[in-house]
């Protein structure tokens, strides 16, 4: 892999912001640039101080005036739901029998759950993630499908299969020994390849007996250096459902407690419903609540408190959950991450905003020396970000007059559009891709 310079307006966040007006929270360069080599950062700062440095051999990609950030992050996503994306008219319980569980069928046949994969990961690329946490289906050739798909392209990936033996069609249905076996396989087989890493994943309490809660803590005491990923208290339904099942525990987080699932490296979608005894668990725990906007707003599950969250110290983070979310696109995540917290009295600054795609969501997932910033060490996984690629963006452009206002436009009207280029690991992939579509058209005219 060869050397370049990746020049731009250089953003990168070094902490939490305290408000839009923390200038300190990031590292802003004008003109500035991120020397890559053998798909690791080198060097960061301003141009002039960094080219210095390089040979005058090393290419350089010249972004300038798009802003180059490091590559977003998803903490929360189902790459087997990715054709179910838009599917009208229910709530999480109905939505996941009217359409869900169909579609997750699918995933048994191996060319399916591979073309389905290639779609997922490029989708991810358009809109500038180039990590993800994401469920597979039941089936293990979905995960085969997903690793290898995020293995071509060198993207930093957490996945694992679903463990489900109740409440679900039979098709999708395992049970607790083939759980754990088929588990432990995927285990052996993904986790610390390349920059795989696996997430042991019973999809929650409703589709787990008490049996399965088990193997799944066995699991997780085996592999400590695995994620746990599951659901929490998206939905009143679901709350009552999975507490009249376990009907011993105190509540709906206590029940994962129980099972001695929840810890640093546990991720648990939507935690919307929460007491404040359940968030202190979390707080105590260092489990990551995630907050799913579009999600959330389509199934119409509720508004997650992200201010309690702070307040009682639990950490958090952000993700789409496709296909109950409703874009692939962190940027319009976080705009209705916005209305969300507006609506509830709490203010989503920009820079709170572009810390939670980047540097926050990777502190989330405890990989803040490899992603989400750009520091010398760092895998060289970027964003380019062009604030005007709509008409509408570029005549609000032209009064904005602080980095501020430019995310912010970003934030609420940018899409993949607004993704100019993507970098994992140092390699393009959103020109390159377009390049091998164009000679595949041009292959078969001349066919």
């Given amino acids: 892999m060869s050397d370049q310079l990746i020049r731009g307006r250089v953003l990168t966040f070094v902490k939490e ?17 991120v020397f890559v080599s053998k798909g690791k950062i080198a060097g960061v700062g301003p141009y002039g101080d960094v080219a210095k440095h390089v040979g005058p051999s090393v290419k350089i990609a010249d ?10 992050i998803d903490t929360h996503l189902h790459f087997p739901q990715t054709q179910a994306i838009a599917s009208y008219g229910a709530q999480l319980l109905e939505w996941l029998n009217t359409y869900i569980f169909v579609e997750e069928q699918k995933f048994k046949a191996p060319e399916h759950a591979a073309f389905i994969a290639d779609r997922f990961m490029d989708e991810l690329l358009s809109n500038g993630t180039t990590t993800a946490a994401a469920y597979c289906s039941v089936h293990p050739e979905s995960v085969d499908a997903f690793f290898t798909a995020a293995e071509e392209r060198n993207m930093l990936m957490i996945g694992g299969k679903v463990m489900m033996d109740r409440n679900a069609p039979d098709a999708l ?23 795989a890493h696996y ?37 009143r339904d679901e709350i009552a459902f999975a507490t009249s099942l376990y009907p011993e525990a105190k509540d709906y987080t206590d029940i994962y407690a129980r099972y001695e699932l929840l810890g640093r490296k546990t991720l ?17 725990t260092g489990a990551v609540g995630v907050f799913c906007p579009t999600s959330n707003l389509f199934l119409g599950s509720g508004l997650f408190d992200r201010d309690r969250f702070d307040r009682l110290g639990a950490r958090h983070a952000v993700a789409t959950d496709v296909g109950g979310g409703t874009s692939f696109s962190m940027l319009e995540t976080m705009d209705e991450a916005y209305k969300v917290l507006h609506l509830q009295g709490q203010r989503l600054s920009p820079l709170n905003s572009f810390y939670m795609l980047t ?25 380019v970000l062009d604030s005007r690629a709509k008409p509408a ?34 390699k393009p992939m959103k020109s ?16």
């Avoid at 007006?21 to 360069?29: E, I, K, N, P, V």
């Avoid at 049996?211 to 994620?227: F, G, K, N, T």
């Avoid at 609000?396 to 607004?418: K, N, P, W």
Wanted: proline share 4%.
């Fill in 268 to 284: 648990l979608g939507h935690c919307i419903h929460l007491s404040d005894r359940e968030i202190s668990v979390l707080a105590k």
């Fill in 63 to 72: 972004h300038r005036p798009h802003l180059v950030m490091p590559g977003f």
């Fill in 359 to 383: 540097l926050g969501n990777a502190r989330a997932l405890d990989l803040e020396h490899r992603i989400g910033s750009l520091h010398a060490g760092a895998d060289a996984d970027i964003v």
């Fill in 17 to 33: 912001p305290a408000g839009v007006d923390d200038a300190g929270s990031y590292r802003f360069f004008e003109d500035g640039a």
């Fill in 393 to 426: 963006m570029e005549l609000r452009m032209q009064v904005a007059s602080t980095l501020a206002e430019e995310l912010f436009v970003l934030q609420t009207m940018g899409d993949d559009r607004s993704v100019a280029e993507v970098y994992v690991a140092g």
């Fill in 199 to 235: 997430a042991i994943s019973p999809r929650f309490a409703i589709t787990s007996t008490p049996e399965q809660m088990e193997v799944s803590r066995v699991l997780a005491a085996e592999h400590p250096d695995c994620y746990v990923q599951t659901h929490l208290s998206e939905n």
């Fill in 432 to 447: 390159g891709r377009r390049e091998t579509k164009a000679e595949a058209v041009r292959a078969l005219a001349m066919a």
């Fill in 173 to 195: 249905r395992d049970t607790p020994e083939k759980g754990y076996d088929e588990t432990k396989a995927l285990i052996a087989k993904w986790h610390g390849r390349g920059r």
